[in-house]
Structures are given as C-alpha cells and as structure tokens.
C-alpha cells in the first residue's frame, strides 16, 4: 500500500480547516489510517506564473544548465505551473523532469523584423506572419505569443509591430490550429483590431481604454498585466528621451495611468492573472512579488493571490486541490491573504506529491 502523508490546515480559496492527504501522488481527503503528518498551515494550490520566460536571458537562449536553475528559482518561490510566454530556447525537455514546474509553453516569440530585442524572437515580414503562427501553434503546448507593438524608429515612438489584418491572419492560423494567441501589447493603437480579432489574452494592457476594456469582457479577452514589469517604464523612457522623445512621453503617460488602466479592467470584471515576466531583465522566482504589485494598485490580496494559484489554474486547465488532483500545492505558516509577504517563506512545497527541498 502507498504511504500517505497528513496535511492539515485551512485550505484555500475558501479557507476551512481540512484534513489533506497526499497518496501516490493524488490528493485525497478521505482519511488515511497511519498516516503521518507531514505539515500544518495554509494549503494554496500551486501557485501560477502566468508570464513567465524559461530559457532566456538579456541575450537570448540559455542552455539547459541555466534554464534548470531558472525553472528551480520559480519552482522554489512556489510556481509550480509556468505559462512560458516565449522563449527562444526549446526547453520541451522540462516536461521529462519531475521535480520541475509543470509548464505550458507558447513557442518563441513572432516578431516584426527588426522590431523586438535581438535574439529573442522569429521577425518575420506581414505576409509570413499566419505561416509563422500556424508553426508556432503545432510546436508549443496550446499558445503562441507575438508581438504586438515595439519602438518604430521611423514614428520614435511605439507602434504596431504589423497590419490589423495581418494579426487577424496569424490569430486564425494559430486558432486553426487548436492553440491560443496572446500579444505583448504596451501601447493603444494595436489593441482594437486584436481584441475584434479574437486574441485571447493580452500581456501588459497599458493601453486600454474603457471602450476596449468593454470590448475584452465582450470578446472574454483575458489579461496578464506584469505589474512589476510595468514599473520599469520610467527607465525606458528615461533611456530614449534623448533620441526619441515622443516614445519616452507616451511611455511615461502610460507609466502614471497604470493603476488606473489596470483596475478599470479588473472593476470592469476583466480576468486578470499573475505573470512575473521572469527572464531576461527580470529575475525568476518572484511571482510572489507580482501578487504584492497587483495588491499595491488596488486589488484585493484574495483575488490578487487567486490570480497567481486556483483561478489561473482553472484558466490555464490543471487542477487545483480537487479529490484526485496531482498533490501539487504550498504551504504556509500564516494566512497568506492576511500576510502576503508569507509568499516568499513557504514552508512546504508539494509538487506531483513530492515534497521538495529548496535549493537544490
């Protein structure tokens, strides 16, 4: 007979007080004789990284040693499920191990040419851009990711990467293909022809209004807002004041209008979700500092811890602590809605009904 193992604690999202067993790997909460508890506290289903890049760095793909130490630093900050929003690395290989986060890749990154940070990204002319799409879709794990605008040298400022009917072209491609299509998306000019063309996510958001925010609850266009990513904004703009100072205005108007943008979407009853932005400037294992962000313009800590554990889960199709589930949750030694900073010194992690060991 298997060996099971004793979790005791309020059990979240709804908080009551249950007895969790973990047997072969499965959650149960059918008693268990003989078995031995293995830890008291608050039990969250596995926390969600849902932006999130696993083999990348400053400079573009990482080899395998450093993409593991990535995935490490997340699996330890208690990410267990990572939806990689482009990689230039092929890191299918993660699937294999055990120990590291169950993730959800979306391919590389489909650029215009030119137009995106050197190494990361397919840029491709508008006319390839379905063809890229379509590949992407049957390569990744059910989501691509383009690039919805970037710096045009030619305007100075921000501007979409392609054609509205391009991206239309590459969203049915990749719907064709059964996959999702989400966008890196700063500025307003290329959201309306994504969201009327069925994206099913945008990254970022910085650039809805309340017209287009309207058109998101339409369309049940999700978002994923990378708050602290967001607060880099006065760097950028700092950085191409000089040179482009029409890109560094907007970047700035966006930066002071960011609470607000955000949490008309959310009001509006937008699903929002966690995402880090791990990789590249961005450091991994942090996704329990995007919950303190998405708290700090205005969320409530419940839906903000929500959209980094059970509500990205269902989003994103994995179980949370369901009878039978995969035994993959966190524990904490104080109510973590109470005490968001509690998320950075869990004091189990489960994952696959393995407790692991940080660090290693």
């Not at 299509?181 to 959201?191: K, P, Q, S, W, Y």
């Amino acid at each position: 007979m298997p060996t099971a193992q004793r979790f005791r604690g309020p059990v979240l999202p709804d908080g009551e007080p249950r007895d969790l067993y973990v047997v072969d790997g499965r959650i149960t909460y059918e008693p268990q004789a003989g078995a031995e508890t293995a830890a008291q506290g608050w039990i969250v289903p596995g926390l969600v990284d849902a932006h999130c890049h696993l083999g990348l760095d400053d400079f573009g793909a990482t080899d395998d040693e450093a993409t593991e130490q990535q995935a490490l630093a997340d699996r330890d900050g208690g990410a267990l499920l990572i939806r990689d929003a482009g990689s230039a690395a092929d890191t299918r290989w993660i699937h294999d191990r055990d120990d590291l986060p169950r993730l959800i890749r979306c391919g590389r990154h489909i650029a215009a040419t030119r137009r995106y940070i050197r190494g990361y990204a397919h840029e491709v002319e508008p006319e390839d851009l379905a063809t890229y799409a379509a590949q992407e879709a049957r390569n990744g794990d059910g989501w691509i990711k383009l690039v919805g605008d970037w710096i045009s040298r030619d305007e100075g400022d921000l501007a979409p990467s392609f054609p509205a009917d391009a991206f239309a072209a590459a969203i049915a491609a990749a719907h064709a293909e059964g996959a999702k299509v989400t966008a890196h998306c700063f500025g307003h000019g290329v959201l309306p022809g994504l969201i009327e063309a069925g994206i099913d996510c945008i990254e970022h958001g910085t650039g809805l209004t309340e017209d287009l925010v309207d058109a998101m609850v339409e369309h049940g266009t999700r978002l994923v807002p990378t708050v602290m990513q967001l607060d880099k904004f006065p760097e950028h703009a700092a950085a191409g004041r000089e040179r482009f100072p029409d890109y560094a205005a907007t970047m700035t108007d966006l930066y002071d209008r960011m609470p607000s943008t955000l949490m008309a979407a959310y009001e509006a009853g937008v699903p929002i979700y966690a995402g880090s932005d791990g990789g590249g400037i961005s450091r991994h294992g942090n996704i329990a500092g995007e919950v303190e962000a998405l708290v700090r313009i205005g969320m409530p800590a419940h839906d903000a811890l929500g959209a980094a554990s059970w509500r990205a889960r269902e989003w994103l199709g994995v179980d949370g602590l369901e009878e039978g589930a995969s035994a993959d949750f966190v524990v904490y030694d104080r109510d973590p809605v109470a005490d968001l900073s509690v998320l950075r010194t869990p004091s189990a992690i489960v994952l696959r009904g393995v407790a692991v060991s940080r660090g290693r």
